[in-house]
């Protein structure tokens, strides 16, 4: 079990927003640290898709973006498009475990 | 260009001791974090721990704390995952990531090392 928790699937079709939740606590993102997301597609390493919250790295798609509020955050996907079908991830650190958390990943189908 | 690079796939019998490799390169290895995640087939992304190869300083996760040792080799800019007493469940993808900051996120990951333990 993750200590961020994620929905396990969501879908949408082509040109279509869909939204990423990814819900930590007061230990990790309730506490203050930042929350950063990863694509990761079958057969690659992960990619760094949104840091610190909502920053985008150079070659990333301005159709994702990220926030963060209280002690969850979101991923954003407008303008679906097919190869954007993969697994999301959310990070934080946590200072209870003294160690980065992830979520337990979204797999996103484009319909 | 920064860029790791780990050692290929394992395959292991049951209660056999594994080392697997992360080599850096086009940054200045001592002054990042390295991590090592695991990722099981079919499941979700997990931290291992990290290491600080400037002066070696590492941290475990405690849901891997006392069969996994991770080192680095600042001379040759290579970070090392070594795992004990392998079992069936150890059976996964293990990938090594820079840390921009022990609480930050990860910039650069390398290519993941599948290993496969089984009898």
């Known amino acids: 079990q993750s200590v961020l928790t994620q929905p396990p699937s969501v879908s949408g079709a082509p040109g279509q927003r869909v939204t990423i939740s990814c819900t930590g606590s007061d230990s990790n993102i309730g506490a203050g640290y930042d929350v950063h997301w990863y694509q990761l597609l079958p057969g690659t390493a992960p990619k760094r898709l949104i840091y610190g919250n909502s920053n985008r790295p150079s070659g990333v798609p301005d159709r994702f973006s990220g926030s963060r509020s209280g002690t969850s955050a979101s991923l954003a996907i407008t303008g679906l498009q097919a190869d954007d079908e993969a697994d999301y991830y959310c990070q934080s650190y946590d200072n209870s475990l003294r160690g980065s958390v992830f979520g337990g990943g979204t797999k996103l189908t484009v319909l | 260009e920064v860029q790791l690079v780990q050692s290929g796939a394992e395959v292991k019998k049951p209660g056999e001791s594994l080392k697997i490799s992360c080599e850096g390169s086009?940054?200045?290895?001592?002054?990042?974090?390295i991590a090592w995640v695991r990722q099981m087939p079919g499941k979700g992304l997990e931290w291992m721990g990290i290491?600080?190869?400037?002066?070696?300083?590492?941290r475990y996760s405690p849901s891997f704390q006392g069969r996994v040792t991770i080192s680095a080799d600042r001379s040759i800019s290579t970070a090392y995952l070594q795992l004990s007493s392998l079992k069936a469940s150890d059976t996964a993808m293990y990938y090594c990531?820079?840390?921009?900051?022990?609480?930050?996120?990860?910039?650069?990951w390398g290519q993941g090392t599948l290993v496969t333990v089984s009898s």
């Open positions: 086009g940054y200045g290895f001592p002054g990042y974090w």
């Open positions: 990531g820079r840390l921009v900051g022990p609480t930050n996120y990860f910039d650069y």
């Open positions: 290491i600080y190869p400037g002066d070696s300083d590492t």
